[in-house]
T-cell receptor, first 114, second 114 residues
Framework: AQTVTQSQPEMSVQEAETVTLSCTYD???????LFWYKQPPSRQMILVIR??????QNATENRFSVNFQKAAKSFSLKISDSQLGDTAMYFC???????????FGKGTRLHILP | DTAVSQTPKYLVTQMGNDKSIKCEQN?????MYWYKQDSKKFLKIMFS???????INETVPNRFSPKSPDKAHLNLHINSLELGDSAVYFC?????????????FGSGTRLTVV
C-alpha cells in the first residue's frame, strides 16, 4: 500500500522568506502522480502543483516549485517570496497511474508571519 | 458558478439522528468522491462513483450510504449518527481521462454530532 509522510506538522516563516515543506512517499509503482494541495482557513482544498513521476523536470507554478527526487521518493514544495495568504495547511498527495483515489499525507500547517 | 457545491456547509445534529449531505458538480466530470477529514486534519477517501457506479468503498461503517442519481450528483446519507462521525466531509470530482490532474473539491460540510 502506498503511504505519504509529511514530517513537519507545523512551520512558521516571515513574510517574503522562502520555505520548503517536506514530503516522502512509499510505493512500488513506477508510474504515478504527486500533488500539493493547500487548505486555507476557509477550508477549501486548492490544488497548488502536480508532478508526473515519469517527468524528470520539476514542476513550477509561479512562486511554487517542487524538488522531485524519484529514487529517494521525495517530493518537497518550495514557496518563494512567501505571502500572508500562503498561511494554510499543505497536503502532499499521491495517486497511482490508472487508479481512482488520491492518498493524502497528514499535512503541514504553515504560518506566514508579518 | 461554483464547480463542486455541497449542502449544507454546517450540520449540527444529535446522536442517533439520520442526516444527508448533498453534492453537485457542474464540470461535466464522470467521477465523484467523498472524503472525510478528521479533527487532526487527516483526509481519507470513503467512496468513489464513476458514472453512477460505485468503484471505491473503503472500510466505512454500513451506516454510511452514498447515492448517485446521475453523474453530476453524489449524496451521502448517514444513519444513526455517532459522536465519532463528527468531521468535515468533502465531495470532489474528476474526469476519468485527466484524473491525474487531481480533483476539484467542494468547500466541505462540517458535521457536528452532539
Amino acid at each position: 500500500a502506498q503511504t505519504v509522510t509529511q514530517s513537519q506538522p507545523e512551520m512558521s516563516v516571515q513574510e517574503a522568506e522562502t520555505v520548503t515543506l517536506s514530503c516522502t512517499y512509499d510505493t512500488s509503482e513506477s508510474n504515478y502522480y504527486l500533488f500539493w494541495y493547500k487548505q486555507p482557513p476557509s477550508r477549501q482544498m486548492i490544488l497548488v502543483i502536480r508532478q508526473e513521476a515519469y517527468k524528470q523536470q520539476n514542476a513550477t507554478e509561479n512562486r511554487f516549485s517542487v524538488n522531485f527526487q524519484k529514487a529517494a521518493k521525495s517530493f518537497s514544495l518550495k514557496i518563494s517570496d512567501s505571502q500572508l495568504g500562503d498561511t494554510a495547511m499543505y497536503f502532499c498527495a499521491f495517486m497511482k497511474h490508472g487508479d481512482d483515489k488520491i492518498i493524502f499525507g497528514k499535512g503541514t500547517r504553515l504560518h506566514i508571519l508579518p | 458558478d461554483t464547480a463542486v457545491s455541497q449542502t449544507p456547509k454546517y450540520l449540527v445534529t444529535q446522536m442517533g439522528n439520520d442526516k444527508s449531505i448533498k453534492c453537485e458538480q457542474n464540470l461535466g466530470h464522470d467521477t465523484m468522491y467523498w472524503y472525510k477529514q478528521d479533527s487532526k486534519k487527516f483526509l481519507k477517501i470513503m467512496f468513489s462513483y464513476n458514472n453512477k457506479e460505485l468503484i471505491i468503498n473503503e472500510t466505512v461503517p454500513n451506516r454510511f450510504s452514498p447515492k448517485s442519481p446521475d453523474k453530476a450528483h453524489l449524496n451521502l446519507h448517514i444513519n444513526s449518527l455517532e459522536l465519532g462521525d463528527s468531521a468535515v466531509y468533502f465531495c470532489a470530482s474528476s474526469q476519468t481521462r485527466g484524473r491525474d490532474y487531481g480533483y476539484t473539491f467542494g468547500s466541505g460540510t462540517r458535521l457536528t454530532v452532539v
